[in-house]
């Protein structure tokens, strides 16, 4: 067993406060959050790194010189257009990062000089934070798979190797991007009535799926698995993920490969990384497995994982159609639920990830899954909420959805709650879909 490495410090005190005034109240990005990303200033392509502070970005090409020692060079390690060379690092460059803007931000004898390096969040663009080598996807969600299990195998909804195994596939990286970029309504073939070839035509059963994304840190040499003890070092934080999904043309091609088409024509992320340290007070005792259930094979298993490898975050989905937008209806929820409905901690994934030698790299992406809680007011997908298309949602203003239509605009959100921790926030994961 390893100690846990998420102890919180001064850096997460509720009570500290920030010169940059909003951000004392601001829902998301406090002092106590200091996500990173990747942004450009309006009407450039100059990509560099940022950290989000209540409505604004400090920019950290300009905040190096006015940091020290390793925070200055991780500043430096950061403004490589990618997260990536900072987290090559493994987390301790990011932590004396967050160090040093924390007292940069938190002491007023700084405001003079810092005020200078802050551009306001809503007149930047943010990319994907890190330049992403592999994307794979779980699907620890198993309140998820069951549903999903029984609409595709009434009889046999969850497969034997489900408590043994952490699921997952390869999904695509190419097609990955930040909040905000439009989805593009697939093609693809498609099954037809018994006896007829299938077609080719756009999805009419476009979908999206509530995740988060577990980001990683330093590497692996091929061949050599990360231990159980070991993995949480390498995570370097979360932010929100929304595994867009085509239910037609995966019900045609899923088996026997598994996703392909039906998943890879884009993936949105959140831009903000939402750090491993800045998530410490958040962590939480993974869920007691049902009895009955097997226990996780030892590779999987720690026992200092099992009391905190859990996160106290909590997501929703919400829509807004064209319609709704033209007549000025606030976005309607159509979900709210739990990470803890993960039935594998992060770090559990990492270490099956790694168990045959396969090695990762600094900004691989995990998906965690689609994350449904038990009841369909926490259910995580269109899919599911729709009872496999059979029964129409009702919407605020008396549109009815079982999937997609064009013009309709999902937005996801989360944010880490405990007691005695000022909460955070992981902004938003947005995308509007396009025919
Ligand atoms: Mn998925």
Redesign the pocket.
């Known amino acids: 067993m390893t100690m846990p490495d998420h102890t919180p410090d001064h850096t997460h005190d509720p009570n500290a406060r920030s010169w940059v005034g909003e951000a004392n109240e601001h829902p998301d990005f406090p002092v106590q959050n200091l996500p990173l990303g990747v942004f450009a200033p309006a009407g450039s392509e100059d990509w560099r790194g940022g950290v989000a502070i209540g409505d604004r970005l400090v920019c950290l090409r300009g905040a190096a010189p006015l940091l020290q020692g390793r925070a200055a060079d991780a500043a430096r390690l950061a403004d490589a257009g990618s997260l990536n060379a900072l987290f090559a690092q493994g987390n301790e460059m990011a932590d004396a990062l967050r160090e040093g803007l924390f007292a940069l931000l938190t002491e007023a004898a700084n405001a003079g000089e810092a005020e200078r390096v802050l551009f306001p969040a809503d007149e930047c663009r943010m990319a994907v934070p890190f330049q992403v080598g592999d994307y794979t996807?779980f699907?620890t969600g198993i309140e998820h798979a069951k549903n999903v299990g029984a609409l595709f195998r009434p009889d046999n909804p969850l497969l034997p190797n489900y408590k043994y195994v952490p699921i997952g596939y390869h999904g695509r990286a190419s097609s990955i991007r930040a909040s905000g970029a439009e989805l593009i309504r697939p093609h693809g073939q498609i099954r037809s009535a018994e006896g007829k070839p299938p077609h080719v035509k756009p999805s009419e059963r476009l979908d999206y799926?509530m995740?988060m994304a577990i980001w990683t840190s330093g590497s692996n040499p091929l061949g050599q698995p990360i231990s159980i003890g070991e993995a949480g070092r390498h995570i370097a934080g979360l932010s929100i993920l929304n595994?867009w999904?085509a239910r037609d043309l995966q019900a045609w091609e899923y088996q026997p490969l598994g996703p392909f088409l039906a998943?890879n024509f884009l993936s949105t992320v959140s831009p903000w990384l939402v750090t491993s340290t800045a998530l410490a007070p958040f962590r939480t005792a993974q869920p007691a497995r049902p009895q009955g259930d097997p226990k996780p094979l030892d590779y999987l298993w720690d026992d200092a994982d099992q009391q905190a490898g859990a996160y106290s975050v909590e997501m929703e989905v919400l829509i807004e159609t064209a319609a709704m937008r033209k007549a000025g209806i606030a976005p309607h929820r159509l979900s709210k639920g739990p990470m803890t409905a993960m039935y594998w901690t992060a770090a559990q994934l990492v270490t099956h990830h790694t168990v045959n030698g396969c090695n990762l790299q600094p900004g691989d992406l995990l998906?965690t899954?689609?994350l449904s809680g038990p009841d369909a007011a926490s259910f995580g997908s269109l899919l599911e909420l729709s009872n496999g298309g059979k029964n129409p949602l009702s919407l605020t203003g008396g549109e009815t959805r079982t999937f997609l239509e064009d013009g309709d605009e999902i937005i996801m959100r989360a944010h880490a709650r405990a007691d005695g921790a000022r909460s955070i926030g992981f902004g938003e994961c947005r995308g509007r879909v396009r025919g």
Request: net charge negative.
């Open positions: 996807d699907y799926e995740e595994d999904s998943k998906g899954g689609t």
